[in-house]
T-cell receptor, first 119, second 114 residues
Framework: AQTVTQSQPEMSVQEAETVTLSCTYD???????LFWYKQPPSRQMILVIR??????QNATENRFSVNFQKAAKSFSLKISDSQLGDAAMYFC????????????????FGTGTRLTIIP | ETGVTQTPRHLVMGMTNKKSLKCEQH?????MYWYKQSAKKPLELMFV???????ENNSVPSRFSPECPNSSHLFLHLHTLQPEDSALYLC?????????????FGQGTRLTVV
């Protein structure tokens, strides 16, 4: 079974600065997907960024980028130029690649990191 | 707006009550999910429905009873709950024909059992 670990329950960063949220995972699979979801106070889970394990290039989405280290099973999220609207819970998630039966399409989540932005 | 709507947003119920949570998606997805989110714990997958049929039940107590009458609606019927069932219940949906499909989540129902 896959596991996802987020070792930082809380993080804070000054507005306009850069912050990195860490995530490690454990799997025996070679192909999979990794995601970062953001959960603001509105409680909706919003997809921030996605990484395919078979791609060596790190995914980037505007101010959000990841550092994907497949051998180390590490998937950190970097937020540049932090904004007040970035304050939220951030969840790292894992999804298996192969759909042998439909039940494999579920996500495995970490416990989350609460990010606070200091004005 | 993610296209997944959950009602009610908040629910307080006694241990002897019977209530239902509703989830609706208009994304044309074929799969829907119920998750439980408790403080300081990973999101727990409860149920998975594909094309209106339950394909997974992660050892959830029988006091939680899901129902998927069509591909757009998902219910979670609650009865004789315990205080430890208090949590945020999230509904999600996704496509079923790709290994790269993201799950879209609703805003959740904050359930308090008293």
């Amino acid at each position: 079974a896959q596991t996802v670990t987020q070792s930082q329950p809380e993080m804070s960063v000054q507005e306009a600065e850069t912050v990195t949220l860490s995530c490690t995972y454990d799997t025996s699979e070679s192909d999979y997907y990794l995601f970062w979801y953001k959960q603001p106070p509105s409680r909706q889970m919003i997809l921030v960024i996605r990484q395919e394990a078979y791609k060596q290039q790190n995914a980037t989405e505007n101010r959000f980028s990841v550092n994907f280290q497949k051998a180390a099973k590490s998937f950190s999220l970097k937020i540049s130029d932090s904004q007040l609207g970035d304050a939220a819970m951030y969840f790292c998630a894992y999804r298996t690649f192969f759909i042998s039966n439909f039940g494999n399409e579920k996500l495995t989540f970490g416990t989350g990191t609460r990010l606070t932005i200091i004005p | 707006e993610t296209g997944v709507t959950q009602t009610p947003r908040h629910l307080v119920m006694g241990m002897t009550n019977k209530k239902s949570l509703k989830c609706e998606q208009h994304l044309g997805h074929n799969a829907m999910y119920w998750y439980k989110q408790s403080a300081k714990k990973p999101l727990e997958l409860m149920f998975v429905y594909s094309l209106e049929e339950r394909v997974e039940n992660n050892s959830v107590p029988s006091r939680f009873s899901p129902e998927c009458p069509n591909s757009s609606h998902l219910f979670l019927h609650l009865h004789t709950l315990q205080p430890e069932d208090s949590a945020l219940y999230l509904c999600a949906s996704s496509q079923d024909d790709s290994g790269a499909t993201e799950a879209f989540f609703g805003q959740g129902t904050r359930l308090t059992v008293v």
